[in-house]
């Protein structure tokens, strides 16, 4: 819990945004906000600039998911869904468009984006409508595919991602600064790119569809086909503009390997570009964490990442999320070793599940978790088959539950090998 708790509160805006801030500019300092820390970023930001630039105007539009709002002096914060789009981030999307249309030569546009920003920020392309863009998020959730494919599909059907946000903004200088939650830390794949140059095709868009086998309305090929690209690498319109990351999963990863280390572990730092499908990641980790043991190694073993579950055809889900599912792989794979212990959770403080800010962050286990299972009469690996790794946890009392965190750098595990010889 110790190293989880580092890692989030290394990527608190409060305690890393304010020295990549740019100083206040000669007219407004226009805020767009987007994403699950879009709050605390801008409650961040404003407490900064009450410090340093007194009297500077300061306005702006935070748009977070519903129960990550943060108390915010000049700026609007307005909730809306996720991870499946809805109407109050469409509207929200629209207020950001108009407002970027007001800039002028003397102000700033600060864009302070986070992890969630592809589903929170969703203005359809003509001929796609909000129930049309809420059955392709949903399928493309459980398809397995990974985030960076599933927003390429979302940037070719939206009027703010890709490029487009810069695109409104433009000539006025803008600044973007990022708290990243994908693997390899890529600024057109965080919150979908709306202020970067977008490498993508809507071609390669229409490949993923098919490679995953998700069926989607003529109309909405045909939007895509006929909808123009997103703006490219080389666009004179990004040429003003700068873009910096202020905390990733790389970061949060050194701040738990300090603890750790301080604790008397060696560090194996696995990285935070880990992804796949949880079961057969948590099953790759336990064969590491074995090893580890078998050897006499006292180690904790980091990785930082986001992992997918896949649904098979006419199998419903359970309760719980990516994290609680690799756990509950990661239980079943270790088989009960003595002295290895796990945490898995999401740094957002939400896993998943139903959707809800009361979902648990993710899930620890111990040695001693499957045995307290079966007496319980759970059965882990039907548990297991059927997604339902949430009901398995909340049944032992091994959920991790802290709720929003304001901030999302994506997935934390760690686990711990006492080392002692097999």
């Known amino acids: 819990m110790d190293l989880f708790t580092e890692a989030m509160r290394s990527a608190l ?4 945004l304010a020295p ?9 300092l226009v805020i767009f906000a987007i994403g699950k820390a879009a709050a605390s970023m801008a409650a961040a930001a404003e407490a900064h600039y009450a410090l340093t630039t007194p009297g500077a105007h300061i306005e702006g539009i935070a748009l977070t998911r519903y129960g990550h709002t943060r108390p915010t002096a000049h700026m609007e914060v307005i909730e809306a869904s996720h991870p499946v789009p809805g109407a109050a981030g469409v509207a929200a999307s ?4 108009a407002l970027a249309a007001t800039l002028g030569p003397d102000d700033l ?4 984006l986070s992890g969630g920003g592809s589903a929170l920020a969703t203005l359809p392309i003509t001929g796609v409508t909000l129930a049309d863009k809420q059955a392709l998020t949903r399928a493309l959730l459980a398809s397995g595919a990974p985030i960076g494919e599933i927003n390429c599909v979302r940037k070719h059907l939206s009027h703010i991602k ?6 409104a903004i433009h000539p006025a200088r803008m600044v973007s600064l990022a708290i990243s939650d994908v693997a390899g830390d890529d600024p057109s794949v965080i919150a979908s790119g709306p202020t970067v140059p977008d490498p993508t095709t809507r071609e390669e868009a229409l490949t993923i569809l098919d490679r995953y086998r998700i069926e989607v309305a003529g109309r909405v090929r045909a939007a895509l086909l006929s909808a123009p690209e997103s703006p490219k690498p080389g666009d004179a319109l990004f040429a003003g503009s700068t873009y910096q990351l202020v905390a990733s999963g790389a970061y949060a990863l050194r701040a738990a390997a300090k603890i750790a280390t301080v604790g008397g572990y060696e560090v194996v730092d696995l990285g935070d570009r880990v992804e796949g499908e949880a079961r057969e990641v948590a099953a790759a980790h336990a064969r590491l964490a074995l090893e580890a043991k078998a050897a006499g190694r006292r180690v904790a073993i980091l990785s930082g990442g986001e992992t997918t579950v896949t649904f098979a055809k006419g199998v419903e889900g359970g309760r719980g999320g990516r994290n609680q599912e690799y756990a509950l792989a990661l239980a079943l794979a270790l088989q009960s070793a003595p002295g290895i212990a796990a945490i898995a959770g999401d740094t957002d403080g939400i896993d998943g599940g139903s959707g809800s800010v009361d979902d648990p962050a993710g899930a620890l286990i111990l040695p001693t978790t499957l045995d307290r299972a079966a007496s319980l009469r759970l059965d882990a690996a039907a548990s297991l088959k059927c997604h339902n790794s949430g009901g398995f946890f909340a049944a032992l009392g091994d959920l991790v539950v ?8 994506n997935d934390f595990r760690a686990i711990l090998v006492e080392g002692e010889p097999a």
């Open 162 to 167: 890709g490029g487009r946000l810069a695109a």
């Open 94 to 97: 629209e207020r950001l468009l």
């Open 402 to 409: 802290t709720g929003p965190s304001y901030t999302n750098i």
């Open 13 to 16: 805006p409060e305690h890393c």
């Open 20 to 28: 990549h801030l740019p100083p206040a500019p000669k007219g407004r």
């Open 109 to 112: 546009a600060l864009v302070l």
